[in-house]
């Protein structure tokens, strides 16, 4: 998607970008969720559907074609995943909160990987981590071209995606409030008496994370 930069970014650069690790790794477990890949378990947790289909003793549908005459893949198929989606769903082998699918080797090294490649477009800076100008920019340009969306109905996978990596909670909360809560990518709302709402960390390990600053004084440099 062109940011009038001349530099396309996908949703998963764009949540690194905005939000560092943890912002890309919620984006990849939207996306798995949304293909039906991946559902909140217990509160804080996530686990993919066919492990919550294997808890309920159902059994895996049917082979209809010989083994000699292969079907394609299908669309959710792990292999037309990109690497940090991929990588997210084969951490979820077994129920993890979001910290420790972030943490997971495989995770890691996709991320490392979305790392270097911004490094090299010169949006990313290794020492201290943060954006540079140029990044700036372009996430400015994808906001304008994509403000947060008031609601899900009529949104295209893609847009809900890059909301999410732009705008982060204030999406999921829009997008897939249910979801979001009970799998822990958003903080909880309470009320206290007397002192109205106030948020807490979600079950599974608080915020986590680093997101990427903008630089020292001056605007950073490019």
Known sequence: MSTGTSIRLRPYEVAL????????????????????????????????????SEAAGQAPPPQTSPPSQASPAPASSPASLPPL?????????????LPQVRD???????????QAGLRAAGLLRAFPPHRTRTARRALDALSAEHPLPTSRKGLPESDALMAVALYGEPALHVLVPRFALRAGLITRAEVTEGKGFHSRSPRGGGTGGTAYSCGGGGGGSD
Not at 20 to 49: F, I, K, M, Q
Not at 104 to 114: I, M, N, P, Q, T
């Open 17 to 52: 970008l905005r939000g560092g690790p943890r912002a890309a790794v919620t984006v990849a477990v939207v996306a798995l969720h949304l293909r039906g890949d991946v559902e909140a378990g217990r509160p804080g947790r996530l686990r993919t559907s066919e492990a919550s």
């Open 85 to 97: 989606a991929e990588a997210v769903r084969a951490a979820l082998a077994r129920p993890a909160g």
């Open 104 to 114: 997971h080797a495989d995770v890691r090294a996709a991320l490392a990987e979305l």
